[in-house]
């Protein structure tokens, strides 16, 4: 009894050794099967886009945006340097200018004063700083001491002043007044509106 | 996106501006006006009102040769104006009609006419109908009998170029020699018949 009993776990064991055939097509049905199978949501591109992840910066890395940072406000800086004379403008507008056609923002305004024995007159307002200097805003003697500038001015409600020889502040006499007594010098103002 | 990336972006927005504006006060200002200006300006950008025309107030007084403290005192005064403009006017008010109602506030038209202007323009802009108020003012109409009339005007639905020319008109009959209150009421008059009449348009 023993030995048959021997016998078959032999027997059993011997067909166990035997090497199992497998077919060359196995490998081609088995990923056919995997492929077919339903794609894991984590794998997806919005899964990967919104999935939140643990990125390392080194300090070189927090140096080198540091550096980019206090680069553009040196630049904010120097654009601000060069728009020292002009109207207020964000820097903001300057790198990322609106459109071209400027007239919307904008309009020829023509300043004048008569002023006989004036050597120098010169606008001064909100639209331009307040600088007397100006270029843009020196008006020329047209003759019979009447002098005159056409200059841009920003659309909106502004107050100005010529100023007569570096150093006389007189209001524009055909403008709406100001009452403006913060420094003893008068104002006009002006509200620029859109050309219909 | 992080906290410190957006924290980044806002800076990168907001620091050319900041700068811009230090650049053209500090050029003008000294060290302790500067600083008590750019506090001024930076509460009013808290409180949302328009900073540029505290700037332009600055820099107008630097130009007029006014000491620091002077300055600062017209700023402070002008950004107190202008919050009392935009409560009566609105969060809808633009920062003109917020600047045009500083104004006429300085000029002394209550907060209380200047509620019955906003009412009496209804979704009108007030800027130009506030200069033209401030300019009669100026021209020693009485503030009771200006602000009347421009309300007035206002309501007839009197429009920004006929404004324009009822203050040109006022104006020149004052330099003539008119009183200055009868010039106003007279013109307003004048210009209230042709709005609600024919629709003929004014002439001088």
């Known amino acids: ?196 | 996106m992080s906290v410190a990336a957006r924290a980044l972006i806002a800076l990168m927005l907001v620091a050319p501006q900041a700068v811009a504006q230090d650049a053209r006060l500090s050029a003008r200002l000294d060290k302790p006006t500067l600083v008590a200006v750019n506090a001024i300006v930076d509460s009013a950008r808290l409180a949302k009102l328009p900073t540029a025309p505290l700037v332009d107030k600055a820099l107008e007084g630097a130009a007029k040769g006014s000491d620091g403290q002077n300055i600062v005192v017209a700023v402070r005064q002008l950004s107190m104006q202008m919050g009392s403009a935009k409560r009566v006017l609105g969060t809808s008010a633009t920062p003109d009609e917020i600047k045009a109602a500083a104004t006429a506030l300085a000029a002394g038209v209550s907060e209380r006419d200047l509620a019955r202007l906003r009412s009496a323009s209804g979704k009108r802009p007030m800027t130009m109908p506030l200069a033209v108020l401030t300019d009669l003012i100026v021209r020693d109409v009485p503030i009771a009998t200006a602000t009347g009339l421009v309300v007035q005007l206002a309501r007839s639905g009197v429009k920004d170029p006929e404004l324009a020319l009822f203050q040109r008109n006022v104006r020149a009959d004052i330099d003539r020699g008119a009183d200055p209150s009868v010039a106003a009421t007279t013109r307003a008059r004048g210009l209230v018949l042709r709005s609600s009449g024919s629709g003929n348009k004014p002439s001088e």
């Not at chain 1, 591109?45 to 643990?54: E, F, G, H, V, Y």
């Not at chain 1, 020196?138 to 502004?158: D, E, I, K, N």
Request: no cysteine.
């Open chain 1, 1 to 196: 009894m023993r030995d048959e009993t021997e016998q078959d776990i032999e027997r059993i064991a011997r067909e166990l050794r035997v090497p199992v055939a497998v077919g060359r097509a196995l490998d081609a049905r088995v990923m056919r099967a995997v492929r077919r199978l339903p794609r894991h949501a984590r794998f997806g591109l919005w899964s990967r886009l919104i999935t939140p992840r643990t990125v390392t910066v080194t300090p070189l890395v927090w140096g080198m945006l540091a550096a980019a940072v206090a680069m553009f406000a040196v630049l904010g800086a120097m654009h601000a340097g060069a728009d020292l004379n002009r109207a207020a403008k964000p820097i903001a507008r300057a790198f990322f200018p609106g459109p071209k056609n400027a007239a919307s923002t904008s309009q020829r305004v023509q300043f004048v004063l008569v002023a006989p024995d004036a050597k120098k007159v010169a606008v001064v307002g909100d639209f331009n700083g307040w600088d007397a200097s100006h270029a843009a805003y020196q008006a020329q003697h047209r003759g019979g001491g009447v002098w005159s500038v056409t200059a841009p001015v920003p659309l909106g409600h502004h107050r100005y002043s010529f100023v007569v020889d570096d150093s006389l502040w007189v209001a524009d006499p055909t403008a709406p007044r100001v009452i403006d007594y913060d420094y003893g010098m008068p104002n006009s103002a002006i509200v620029v509106q859109e050309q219909k």
